[in-house]
């Protein structure tokens, strides 16, 4: 393990940027969001689309990925905005500004490359830190108080559900016991604990750390970022203009499922019997889904950023009369 207390530039890799920007198509104009603006790549690329009427407004609850953002997109000026939330609150976060609608929205799951690479931030097993993987810094919730806090089964819970790790109940048995001795303060501690844990003959099988899986799995609990994804997902739709877009990028097999539901929904919202003879309930699509098979990074994209490797993007526009309405759907890229 490395051990470091160097600290890194706020930096992203923004992935699939060409695939976001034609699925989006900012050139039409209007009011578009990012509710992951991170170091505003993303961001970054549809301004530069968006014709010299149109804004975007940048959501992120991390304070460096806002002051980086800003940084790099104050060439804009006022036609971007940056505000601190959690885009599971952008509906209030939007409203605040006046705003209730908008033309095209882009929410990216993933974390960022600078919260992974930055030792202090407790991310990642490869620097030894204090245990906190915390998005928003404000936050109450750490990894430390997770690891040391939870009971058993619930440590079982996230390593399975959220990390699909085999191993979760000899990871989360092994965490208790160390625990009860003292304390598990550090990122390098309990990744060898984790490592430890794990049968030898499977401990290195694969080619990343063994530690890895369970690393992800305290992370989304600590940030929340499965436990009301849906309600966010469907919120998102609701503040879209008829025409409008929304693109959302998932590097969780959990995450990817929930935005596909909720698509599929907008999509054909009807509840009544499959051998109904016809529809009684009323219920009317409100959605057309872009991407028929979620797209995936290309070889060439894959093979120069390894975290697009995970990654899955699915698109929905919003039915009405609206100016993408009659676009039709992207090439897919099947994953």
Do not use: M
């Given at each position: 393990m490395e051990n470091t207390a160097k600290t890194v530039t706020f930096h992203h890799v923004p992935i699939m940027v060409s695939e976001v920007t034609d699925l989006l198509m900012p050139a039409r104009g209007?009011?578009?969001?990012?509710?992951?603006?991170?170091?505003?790549?993303?961001?970054?690329?549809?301004l530069e689309l968006l014709p010299p009427t149109g804004r975007l407004i940048g959501v992120d609850r991390d304070e460096a990925a806002l002051r980086a953002a800003g940084e790099r997109l104050s060439p804009f000026g006022d036609?971007?905005?940056?505000?601190?939330?959690?885009?599971?609150?952008?509906?209030?976060?939007?409203?605040?500004?006046?705003?209730?609608?908008v033309d095209g929205i882009l929410l990216d799951l993933g974390v960022s490359s600078y919260q992974l690479d930055e030792p202090s931030r407790g991310f990642s097993y490869k620097f030894e830190a204090p245990l906190d993987m915390r998005m928003d810094q404000s936050a109450a919730l750490t990894a430390g108080e997770v690891v040391n806090g939870y009971p058993e089964q619930e440590l079982i819970r996230i390593f399975r559900d959220y990390g699909e790790e085999r191993f979760s109940p000899l990871i989360a048995r092994r965490i208790c016991q160390r625990r009860s001795e003292k304390r598990i303060e550090t990122t390098t501690e309990l990744a060898d604990l984790i490592a430890g844990a794990i049968p030898g003959k499977f401990r290195y099988k694969e080619q990343q750390h063994p530690a890895r899986r369970c690393f992800q799995a305290i992370r989304i609990e600590v940030n929340g970022e499965i436990k009301g994804l849906r309600e966010a997902v469907d919120s998102a739709i609701g503040l879209l203009n008829p025409?409008?877009?929304?693109?959302?990028?998932?590097?969780?097999?959990?995450?990817?499922?929930?935005?596909?539901?909720?698509?599929?929904?907008?999509?054909?919202?009807?509840?009544?019997p499959p051998k109904s003879?016809?529809?009684?309930?009323g219920r009317t699509p409100y959605g057309r889904v872009l991407t028929k098979h979620p797209l995936?990074?290309?070889?060439?994209?894959?093979?120069?950023n390894t975290r697009s490797t995970s990654c899955k993007l699915r698109a929905l526009e919003k039915?009405?009369?609206?100016?993408?309405?009659?676009?039709?759907?992207?090439?897919?890229?099947?994953?």
């Open positions: 209007g009011l578009f969001v990012d509710g992951t603006l991170g170091g505003g790549g993303h961001s970054q690329a549809i036609r971007f905005t940056a505000i601190h939330g959690n885009f599971f609150h952008l509906k209030t976060l939007l409203q605040l500004w006046g705003i209730r609608a025409g409008g877009r929304i693109v959302i990028l998932t590097f969780h097999s959990l995450e990817d499922r929930i935005v596909k539901s909720a698509f599929k929904t907008a999509e054909n919202p009807c509840v009544c003879p016809q529809c009684v309930c995936v990074a290309s070889p060439e994209e894959q093979q120069q039915l009405g009369e609206g100016i993408g309405s009659k676009t039709s759907t992207y090439r897919e890229r099947r994953a």
